[in-house]
Antibody, heavy 121, light 110 residues
């Protein structure tokens, strides 16, 4: 059974760095074709893909946020971490950790429950 | 990459069929057969319902179907039911491992 769970702070001050952790089970990020992405959704707004890390440890970012994002993994702990620097109130959103199995193009087939992060002083 | 274009809302009566469109460009929707769709009920995480334009994951009702023509993908819900009332999002691969979502469509069952 595949599960993903996001964890991190609920409140972050502007200009600080946000660090979110995704802990997953039921699959291995070392398996060829496995990927984990971070996707966010501001309140009442649309989904936005942010970053992806794959089984080869290659990393990809939304171009408009690339300078502020870092995605990394710890395969021994089954965790993926997203860091976002210099946060702003517009970064207030629910952040989701999501799996893709690229070998069968099953894009975002399993989602975490989401972690609501508010950026405010 | 700009967001894919979806209608803000679509509505239909129970039993009817409705179609949600998702328009992109030749760099995303038109360039790859890698469009997926997600259903999101209020306060819940999205649910994966279509991938590779028209494939249904195991367990997803066959009332959901997908298609594509040129730069526009479509999700059709047939035999509309009250439980289908939700927000629907399309997503496309856009090359270089980039993904782009649509703005979302609110489906209302009258």
């Amino acid at each position: 059974q595949v599960t993903l769970r996001e964890s991190g702070p609920a409140l972050v001050k502007p200009t600080q760095t946000l660090t979110l952790t995704c802990t997953f089970s039921g699959f291995s990020l070392s398996t060829s074709g496995m990927c984990v992405s971070w996707i966010r959704q501001p309140p009442g707004k649309a989904l936005e893909w942010l970053a992806l890390i794959d089984s080869a440890d290659d990393k990809y970012y939304l171009p408009s946020l690339k300078t502020r994002l870092t995605i990394s993994r710890d395969t021994s702990k089954n965790q993926v971490v997203l860091r976002m620097t210099n946060v702003d109130p517009v970064d207030t959103a629910t952040y989701y950790c999501v799996r893709t199995y690229w070998n069968t193009h099953q894009e975002f087939d399993f989602w975490g429950q989401g972690s609501l992060v508010t950026i405010s002083s | 990459q700009s967001a894919l274009t979806q209608p803000a809302s679509v509505s239909g009566s129970p039993g009817q069929s409705i179609t949600v469109s998702c328009t992109g460009t030749s760099s995303d929707v038109g360039g790859y057969n890698l469009v997926s769709w997600y259903q999101q009920h209020p306060g819940k995480a999205p649910k994966f319902i279509i991938y590779e334009v028209s494939k249904r994951p195991s367990g997803v009702s066959n009332r959901f179907s997908g298609s594509k023509s040129g730069n526009t993908a479509s999700l059709t819900i047939s035999g509309l039911q009250a439980e289908d009332e939700a927000d629907y999002y399309c997503c496309s691969y856009a090359g270089n491992s980039i993904r782009v979502f649509g703005g979302g469509t609110k489906v209302t069952v009258l």
